[in-house]
T-cell receptor, first 114, second 113 residues
């Protein structure tokens, strides 16, 4: 069964600090991995996407890594801001005959405080 | 700016009511999806459609139906709302295969009382 597990479940950090969120998956055949940011009461917005051959992808202060051998990904947030407070969801796609099938993690709830 | 628009941000309905959730996308995407999101469970796929008038059951279709009469519009229907359908509902769209990713709407928070 395809699964995506994220850790920690929740995290509180001070503004300006860095943090790293983890994602472990058992999805096959692997197609790609995305990190989404979801603000409270809003839909998820894509931050990064990585395919099998990519091991690092950056989007501003967000840097995602992928280790396809160990089936792990991380999202590193640098110099956190109050606006980074959100849920971060890891989504892994499996390639099927009809297209990509997505498996969602349950998210890490990040709160950035002054 | 491309967009997936859900008609309502918040809805409160009574048990037994028929509920329509509407979703419109302006990206000419072939695929459209309805998910529900509950705390601790992540997003779960209810139904999806890969073409006009076509629909496929997702992982949790019970109690729901869908309609796609036009390419840009995908409706989720709760035939007889129940309290266990209180949830956040998210619509998404993608190109064929979904290889370019999914674009999500802002969500509809439905409360059934």
């Amino acid at each position: 069964k395809n699964q995506v597990e994220q850790s920690p479940q929740s995290l509180i950090i001070l503004e300006g600090k860095n943090c790293t969120l983890q994602c472990n998956y058992t999805v096959s055949p692997f197609s790609n991995l995305r990190w989404y940011k979801q603000d409270t009461g809003r839909g998820p917005v894509s931050l990064t996407i990585m395919t099998f051959s990519e091991n690092t992808k950056s989007n501003g202060r967000y840097t995602a890594t992928l280790d396809a051998d160990t089936k792990q990904s991380s999202l590193h947030i640098t110099a956190s801001q109050l606006s980074d407070s959100a849920s971060y969801i890891c989504v892994v796609s499996a390639r099927t005959g009809g297209g990509n099938k997505l498996t969602f993690g349950t998210g890490t709830q990040l709160k950035v405080e002054l | 700016d491309v967009k997936v628009t859900q008609s309502s941000r918040y809805l409160v309905k009574r048990t037994g009511e028929k509920v329509f959730l509407e979703c419109v996308q302006d990206m000419d995407h072939e695929n459209m999806f309805w998910y529900r999101q509950d705390p601790g469970l992540g997003l779960r796929l209810i139904y999806f459609s890969y073409d006009v008038k076509m629909k496929e059951k997702g992982d949790i279709p019970e109690g729901y139906s869908v309609s796609r009469e036009k390419k840009e519009r995908f409706s989720l229907i709760l035939e007889s709302a129940s309290t266990n359908q209180t949830s956040m509902y998210l619509c998404a769209s993608s190109t064929t295969g979904g290889y370019d990713g999914y674009t999500f709407g802002s969500g509809t928070r439905l409360t059934v009382v």
